[in-house]
């Protein structure tokens, strides 16, 4: 596609900047935003982090709610667009654009996560990070090894997740709160100090699936080196997939070349912006990466190092 | 326009809903995403807080730090499209789509935020709420009465921010931790509880501005009755002003019927989206709203009691 | 709107462009695509053509069609976007978006404009401006004065049509020729010749409502000065109002930067995008027109110099 | 990506209903708009017609004309997005999107065009489909075989231009006729039967690439049965790519839904709409079929009977 024009020639150099990102060990964020999960999209993330494909996950609440429920071996369905919205209310079926959830399902996998936020240390304010590392700890404790928070807890990779009581962890922790007089706190200004200094440590790239917290997110981390007195100069490698466009204001955030007018992207940064359908341009992304990037991705090291022995303790 | 199709008719039927929100005093959650205080739309806002077209406003971060920004008394300037992103890096000068800003006048408002963040009280986990709400009545005792803030806490109208740690509010916090040692907590499940008392204790209708966070933050606050043993329908008015598309799966949040099948929007919920750039529709809206919504202003209650004492304490 | 940002500022400065165009006497052509009859904005059109704020229309035949559908008076009437359109066309009812309109009317408007086409001169080559002429002729003789066709033709304003087979003319043409023996012919390249004289003329602008056909056939015009062995420089003022975005290659025919590329807008051209709903941005534009702009309107002289004694001689 | 959602899942389905046309010999139309061409997808258009992969084709002029520049030997390099526009306009270079091309050669092209007028009948009213088969048994006459125009006449497969004028071959026809006195007509409305003949023939399917004149001119010829006195039903595949959005009015001609309450397409049809830049979709797409559809493809007639003797007289 690289020989061809419009988007699959930026389909192609994503390919190409990715692909160096991995070769110059460079550390690699990933934003997703967007129902990826439900539209099926979880095991194209577990590979990403098996593989050392990247680094540091930020995501929203419902991409990680949606692998809990699917690691709880619960499912979604195929359903379509021009379903009776009504009628699925009285059915008790959750709809996501072509996708359906069982509503009763759901609350059995809210329930599961207020029940694991009760067996949380009270009083305590936990960063976003701790909390999912120990929920995939927890998952992998009880033989559910297949999704994102699993595996990252596994590979000790850091999910960070920006606005955590926007979901269906926020639902019920606020039902734990209310019904349980659950205590927990949430420690949000350190999961911004942990993200300065992951991003702080080395030379970074971004993916940005969609927009939204998880990419401004990844993005103000670089403008802040101010805090432990170093000199950032944004992060050097950038790749968006995104369906908005830019004459809205913002491209949900914003786009590359305004990044680089804050310091958010580095002037010589790499960058490409993939306007296509996330379900399409992941997959072939991913695919040709496991093909050309083999032995840049064994080589690479596990990025548990990032935040030295913070991530041990648990 | 009403006698139109397309999404001229729409924006009319977008005024016929608000209007009669206005009239069934039911409670009126904002939404607000996208960067429409540089875009030019901090008066509107401000009109609807001191006419009390609102009730509650859910808002990005950044909105709220742009609209401190011009409240101590600094400016967006009109830029254009255009720039070389290269060159304004290296003058300090952010660019947000066709707005400029200075970056020395942006670290002076991020100071600002963090000299406060410092004198509030210590160790103490605040809801996001009580923390605009102490800044918009700090900015009143400094005199500076003409913004969003400002005039929110004059109005005891609660704001919430479901990302906070995603703005420069999150940075200057970061700041404050490392290099002033502060100890400030979020509150961010009794962020959640509170939306869901607002939204349970009578009908309510919302408006969106773009979608992310603030919009499915007020769209779950409908689901969560059973926390209060309530059982709710969804909101029954819904305006949404969107430049997202719901072929991409979700419309920045998910379409107003999807919403109707898991219970955010009740099935009889009279909704309407207008597909038009924010800082065209909105001006409109409000301004037909104030010629014929006068006599229903007027008569609207303080949305103070929402929260019963909760404000007061302050 | 010129003191905010984003697409407000544009509309803002559609406006002055517009009204410069007025005040310098340049020739002024309006594109016409998408169904923009059938949306309301049939009477915005005839304001334009009678108040002189253009000079010259190309339009696809879709819009012509259905103005002579309403100019004999039948309706198109309000639908909704969620109707089921098996059921619709069970009913003989055609859908447009949200507007409807009869299959049995629609039958009769296409009959007409067949028996029409039997009247014409047989064997002759017309230009689509010549039968557009004549068919609103016919229609003011027939005391159909309501509409685009009978206004333009009042006026001695050109319309052409670059895809006229590609509409019901088109189909009623075919039907003509099959079972009625019609032997009309159509002399495109001599529309192409006219609207190169019409260009090269004086200075001249464009706005484009829409893409396709229409926006393509007027820049184009300003690329053939050659023919009449005179230089010309593109277009010097440009307008277009747009839902379509960069990023797929193309914005429905080219963004102006590129446009500047070709020389079918000048180098120094003054333009602007207007990202919005034509059937929102027009009358916005054209209401604030008529105010502000009623002495240079009042001023501008009969466009059918444009084309000397050509459009008299019928 | 069947097992997926979103548009992942909609290509998947557009590989499974073109399957099943190729598999059922139905009368596959294609309708190509927006610049496919200099995007580089001249071999994939080739590939289906030398596999017969589709029957029939609708373009835009501009397609045709780019084809003819390659076939001749020319070429369009990559450029890039960002370009100045005044430079290259300076420089004699023109820019399509991320696409740069020669504007003395293309001259050159239109010169050939012209020239090529020239040697036709003159007086003699062409169809479009006539035009194009003799310019494509010229460009074999030359040797030059690779293009689009030179496959489609081997195959004896009809191209047509509902908007010939609205192209450099429009312009060039204004120059010979200017310039050199050429008297050549062009019969749209026989092309307009033609295409209901052909759409008459036997059940048909329709994938569209993009909008505009291609889409509407083959989704029409369906609705014109009576003209030979058949009732048709509309057609009975339908894929479209394109990257429009529905709530404009339109999707560039209209969703495959409202087509139905017109009986453009079956009450019936298979149909999907993949909403994804065609530079990415249409190759993934022909690569799919080439692999699963060989036997398929291998058995299916050449479309050359559709017209019968008619294609055969040049």
Chains 1, 2, 3, 4 share one sequence.
Request: glycine share 10%.
């Amino acid at each position: 596609m690289g020989g061809t024009s419009f988007q699959a020639r930026n389909l192609a150099r994503g390919r190409e900047i990715w692909s160096q990102m991995l070769r110059d060990e460079v550390t690699i964020f990933l934003g997703l935003a967007g129902a990826m999960v439900p539209a099926g999209m979880r095991q194209v993330i577990v590979y990403l982090i098996e593989n050392r494909l990247i680094d540091c996950l930020v995501s929203t609440g419902a991409n990680l709610f949606h692998d809990l429920h699917e690691s709880l071996g619960r499912s979604h369905w195929k359903g379509s667009v021009g379903s009776d919205d009504r009628e699925l209310a009285n059915s008790k079926i959750y709809r996501i654009y072509d996708v359906l959830t069982s509503a009763k399902e759901f609350d059995q996998t809210e329930e599961f996560a207020r029940n694991f936020s009760n067996g949380l240390e009270q009083g305590r304010a936990y960063t976003t990070r701790e909390f999912f590392f120990l929920l995939g700890q927890e998952l992998s404790s009880l033989g559910k090894n297949q999704g994102i928070l699993a595996a990252a807890a596994k590979a000790n990779l850091p999910i960070y997740c920006p606005a955590l009581g926007d979901s269906v962890f926020g639902t019920a922790l606020a039902a734990a709160r209310v019904k349980d007089g659950n205590q927990l706190r949430f420690d949000i200004v350190k999961d911004v100090v942990e993200m300065v200094q992951i991003a702080s440590a080395r030379p970074s790239g971004v993916i940005f699936v969609g927009g939204g917290t998880p990419k401004n997110f990844i993005q103000q981390a670089k403008l802040c080196g101010y805090i432990f007195n170093k000199e950032l100069d944004g992060h050097e490698y950038a790749i968006q997939v995104t369906t908005d466009s830019p004459q809205w204001g913002g491209l949900s955030g914003c786009t590359f070349d305004e990044a680089r007018s804050w310091g958010k992207v580095s002037p010589n940064a790499k960058t490409v912006t993939i306007n296509c359908d996330a379900t399409i341009a992941l997959p072939i992304l991913v695919s040709a990466l496991s093909q050309d990037s083999a032995e840049a991705i064994k080589n690479r090291k596990s990025p548990a190092f990032l935040l030295g022995k913070d991530l041990a303790i648990f």
